[in-house]
């Protein structure tokens, strides 16, 4: 009954090609995140969709595209994978129903190598 | 633009020994603020949180932390700590319900038996 789930948990790939990381949350939430942990644990927040909405979009290059199919689902394409893409990226939500954002409960990160 | 500053990256510790983590953030207006602890090879989870209120704020495993607004910070305690305490522990700033969450760089914390 995992709460946040991420799929796959290691992914190894060369430079060029391209993958995708997909998040599932069976908590109910309506609002959804990405975040990059780089090799120094620095965390930084990537996108987040509110029912199916973008609603933060950082500074990430366009090679990266999330999709959300539904408000469970949270989807990661990455396009033309570069040695910099490697890193923990973690897959997060939180239930909000149009107030407050509350608190976020994060997934088990996907760990990505790239080669 | 808005950081949050963790200023000690690495803590040692003796069992039973006393923690304080610091915290301080840049923003000025509301915040909501956490405290999240990632165990080795674990995702993150969250320890304690501050919205409003009482701004002692106790968490889960013995945790606590306060809100010092005049000083914009959030230090975590814990009066004695536990081996199973080894873990890095992130300070985190949502400010004014913007969604975006603001991660310190981390504290790695290592408690000796």
């Known amino acids: 009954d995992t709460a946040v789930s991420q799929t796959p948990k290691y992914l190894v790939t060369q430079m060029g090609n391209d993958k995708s990381i997909k998040c599932e949350q069976n908590l109910g939430h309506d609002t959804m995140y990405w975040y990059k942990q780089d090799s120094k644990k620095f965390l930084k927040i990537m996108f987040s969709y509110n029912n199916k909405e973008l609603i933060i979009n950082e500074t990430v290059p366009n090679r990266f595209s999330p999709k959300s199919p539904d408000k469970a689902h949270l989807n990661l394409h990455i396009n033309s994978l570069e040695l910099g893409d490697s890193a923990v990226y973690f897959c997060?939500?939180?239930?909000?129903?149009?107030?407050?954002?509350?608190?976020?409960?994060f997934g088990p990160g996907t760990r990505l190598t790239v080669t | 633009a808005q950081s949050v500053s963790q200023h000690n990256h690495h803590v040692i510790l003796s069992e039973a020994a006393s923690l304080e983590l610091g915290c301080n953030y840049s923003y000025g207006g509301t915040v909501n603020l956490f405290w999240y602890v990632q165990y080795p090879g674990q995702h993150l989870q969250l320890l304690l949180k501050y919205f409003s209120g009482d701004p002692l704020v106790k968490g889960i495993k013995g945790f606590e932390a306060e809100f010092i607004k005049s000083k914009f910070s959030f230090n975590l305690r814990k009066p004695s700590v536990q081996w199973s305490d080894t873990a890095e522990y992130f300070c985190a700033v949502m400010r004014d319900s913007s969604y975006k969450l603001i991660f310190g760089s981390g504290t790695r914390l290592l408690v000796r038996p």
């Open positions: 997060a939500s939180s239930q909000d129903y149009g107030g407050p954002p509350g608190e976020q409960y």
